[in-house]
């Protein structure tokens, strides 16, 4: 089985599906790479992070759609298209940007299955950038999930590595309800064993990464290898973990970590977010509620601070949750 990127293997879900099914379009700034030169011909350079990069000459103008510099316009013509019967994947070139179109996602696209009593879908896919590591600053490096995930009527993904970013991909241009895709921009290069097939992960199902039997490991995103790092160093020690991947954060797999947790009695969540109404509080307050008596220990939340993410290098560093900060957090549960 051939490794691929991440931007690899979400290239390759476009390209498939987009060969699949006519309906398919892309939308977004710089999707097809922009002008190019005297020729007047196209370099299809696929965007700043070369995602998209090769659609356009193969499936042409009509479905590969440069846009305005106005994200409101992007996410409302892919609800209307969506409407319309096609299946748009709607690219936000940096999750901070998600601001501007705030309404269209949550007060149209997320709410029209329902306010037409399910007589009409809206089948959108958004994909957009997003997290720190990169030092792009405050307004270019936010994990901004907790926000849509708290929407009703959006189906949040957040892959980890490039096996999943495929299949889940899919699954999301096929599923008949708004899904918003988050890639990590840090993961973009990672590389992972990635099937040449078309095939589809289903949402609200958790990968189980590794399995132990001193605590449960909730962690989101590109917090899953920084996980692995920790849970590496913590192995020299007989200390071993149960590492969940949620995958999707709506729906969550509430199940999958309320067995982990009958068998471990500690958990840590472990999410790039600031802490306050974060992802991480959410699975807390969920394992609190619904598994208070397999707790032994007090949920450990490993997060950001509560600050905007620094564009110093070091400042960055300091702020993105690593593999020392997980490692400690899981020795504390473990000695409570």
């Keep these: 089985m051939p490794q691929i990127s991440m931007r690899d293997a979400i290239n390759q879900a476009l390209h498939q599906e987009m060969a699949r099914d006519e309906r398919v379009i892309v939308l977004g700034e710089d999707v097809s790479g922009g002008a190019g030169g005297s020729s007047g011909t196209r370099d299809a350079a696929g965007g ?14 009509d479905r590969v759609i440069d846009t305005p510099i106005s994200e409101s316009a992007i996410i409302g013509a892919a609800g ?31 709410k029209f ?31 901004i999930y907790p926000f849509l995930t708290a929407v009703p009527g959006l189906k949040i993904v ?30 973009y290069p990672r590389k992972a064993e990635v099937p040449e097939e078309s095939y589809e992960i289903p949402f609200g199902e958790a990968n189980l990464v590794r399995e132990g039997e001193h605590a449960t490991v909730v962690a989101i995103g590109r917090m899953v290898p920084f996980a692995e790092k920790a849970l590496d160093a913590l192995a020299k020690d007989g200390i071993t973990c149960d590492l969940i991947d ?4 709506s729906p969550l797999d509430e199940d999958t970590i309320l067995e982990s947790l009958d ?37 450990a939340q490993v997060t950001a601070p509560h ?14 949750p690593g593999p020392q900060r997980i490692e400690a957090a899981i020795r504390g549960v473990i000695a409570a």
Excluded: W
């Design 246 to 249: 949620p995958r999707t954060l």
């Design 307 to 320: 600050a905007p993410v620094p564009f110093s290098p070091g400042l960055e560093r300091l702020y993105v």
């Design 48 to 61: 700043i992070f070369g995602v998209t990069k090769g659609l356009l000459p193969r499936f042409g103008e």
């Design 113 to 143: 299955r329902y306010m037409f009593g399910g007589k009409s879908t809206c089948p959108v896919v958004i994909r957009t950038a997003m997290g720190a590591g990169m030092n792009m600053g405050a307004q270019h490096s936010q994990t």
């Design 158 to 187: 957040v892959p980890s590595n490039a096996c999943d970013a495929k299949g889940l991909l899919i699954r999301a241009i096929r599923d008949d309800d708004p899904v918003v895709f988050f890639e990590h921009k840090a993961l």
């Design 263 to 299: 068998g471990t009695g500690r958990l840590v969540v472990v999410d790039e977010s600031p802490p306050r109404c974060s992802v991480a509080a959410d699975i807390a307050g969920m394992a609190a509620s619904r598994g208070f008596s397999l707790l032994r220990a007090p949920v």
């Design 80 to 110: 209307g298209a969506a409407l319309a019967g096609l299946r748009p994947v709607a690219e936000i070139m940096f999750a901070d940007f998600v601001g501007v179109c705030m309404d269209q996602i949550y007060n149209q696209i997320a």
